[in-house]
């Protein structure tokens, strides 16, 4: 079975610019999590959406938004980009948001990087 | 609120050598724990996991019990390979949220033939 995807895995952009990342869970899991991992440091949490809703937000500022579409899958959105939001971004998938020992299975993430 | 404390890196051993990375947390009710590893240039990958006191999650080797009377879960491993040389993560998940997970600031392993 195909595990967590995402796309695309390295992006450059520019200072100011906008960005969108794409994730596909694994077959059957209904919730997907972003973290930001910068380099050195464990991952952040951002969202988590289950069923299409937002679940769960971290502590990021309002340039940061996601939604989960019917089959699942989501997108991150980062607007007006800064240098501090080079990073790993990583999606993880889980079965459904109930039960906090459900574990998650992580994509191999897109590394963003700002000039 | 809820956080981790990993032992900082490089842990440098040789093969065959004994491993552990001491981990502790903070958090408010009954957390699940997690011990993820993360190769070079991959994602997360779930090592194994724990969900209450005294629980012993195992995988590949390695293992970490649940001490809920000193908040910890420490990684061991009876006898490291040069595979696997990663950055290993301890992370809890709180049962009073909705199963988001925190991060240590995670520990490199160097393992030397």
């Known amino acids: 079975d195909a595990g967590v995807t995402q796309s695309p895995t390295h992006l450059i952009k520019t200072r100011g610019q906008q960005v969108t990342l794409r994730c596909s869970p694994i077959s059957g899991h209904k919730s997907v999590s972003w973290y930001q991992q910068v380099l050195g440091q464990g991952p952040q949490f951002i969202f988590q959406y289950y069923e299409k809703e937002e679940r769960g937000r971290g502590n990021f500022p309002d340039r940061f938004s996601a939604r989960q579409f019917p089959n699942y899958s989501s997108e991150l959105n980062v607007n007006a980009l800064l240098l501090g939001d080079s990073a790993l971004y990583l999606c993880a998938s889980s079965i459904g948001t109930s039960r906090a020992n459900q574990p998650q299975h992580f994509g191999d993430g897109t590394r963003l990087s700002i000039l | 609120g809820d956080s981790v404390t990993q032992m900082e890196g490089p842990v440098t051993l040789s093969e065959e050598a004994f491993l552990t990375i001491n981990c502790t947390y903070t958090?408010?009710?009954?957390?699940?724990l997690f011990w993820y590893v993360q190769y070079p240039g991959e994602g997360l990958q779930l090592l194994l996991k724990?969900?209450?006191?005294?629980d012993k999650g195992s995988n590949k080797g390695f293992e970490a019990t649940y001490r809920k009377e000193t908040t910890s879960f420490h990684l061991e491993k009876g006898s490291v390979q040069v595979s696997d040389s990663a950055v290993y993560f301890c992370?809890?998940?709180?049962?009073?949220?909705?199963?988001?997970?925190?991060f240590g600031k995670g520990t490199m392993l160097l393992v030397s033939p």
């Open positions: 992370a809890l998940s709180s049962n009073s949220g909705y199963s988001t997970l925190t």
């Open positions: 724990a969900t209450k006191a005294d």
């Open positions: 958090a408010t009710g009954y957390p699940s």
